[in-house]
Nanobody
Framework: QVDLVESGGGSVQAGGSLRISCAVS????????VGWFRQVPGEMREGVAA????????YTAGDLKGRFTISQDNAKSIVYLQMKSLTPDDTAMYTC???????????????????WGQGTQVTVSL
């Protein structure tokens, strides 16, 4: 069992930046893959970024590269999503997910994750 708790969401003006966090605990193992997803009501969930914790290898959705950066702390207990140059289109519920069985090649924004957090809302206004 892996437990995930997101924090740091809120309201920000267009053009601004925000960093949200995902606290990872439980039976993490050594090769956890952690991903960030976002979803707007009525739309499909979208993979944003992922990190393979053992090596620190990161994956970011193509259209978000350069604006969104995933990282982790030294203890690998917190995974961050740094977002900059935000627009109203980035408004969504952001949720982190994790899975210990994906491996390096299976980790990524299109992977199927077993464990999910509750999400944190990010709202970008003009």
């Amino acid at each position: 069992q892996v437990d995930l708790v997101e924090s740091g969401g809120g309201s920000v003006q267009a053009g601004g930046s925000l960093r949200i966090s995902c606290a990872v605990s439980g039976d993490r193992g050594e090769d956890l893959c952690v991903g960030w997803f976002r979803q707007v009501p009525g739309e499909m969930r979208e993979g944003v970024a992922a990190i393979y914790q053992e090596s620190g290898t990161t994956y970011t959705a193509g259209d978000l590269k350069g604006r969104f950066t995933i990282s982790q702390d030294n203890a690998k207990s917190i995974v961050y999503l740094q977002m900059k140059s935000l627009t109203p289109d980035d408004t969504a519920m952001y949720t982190c997910a994790a899975d210990p069985g994906l491996g390096l090649l299976g980790c990524g924004t299109t992977a199927k994750f077993r464990y999910w957090g509750q999400g944190t809302q990010v709202t970008v206004s003009l």
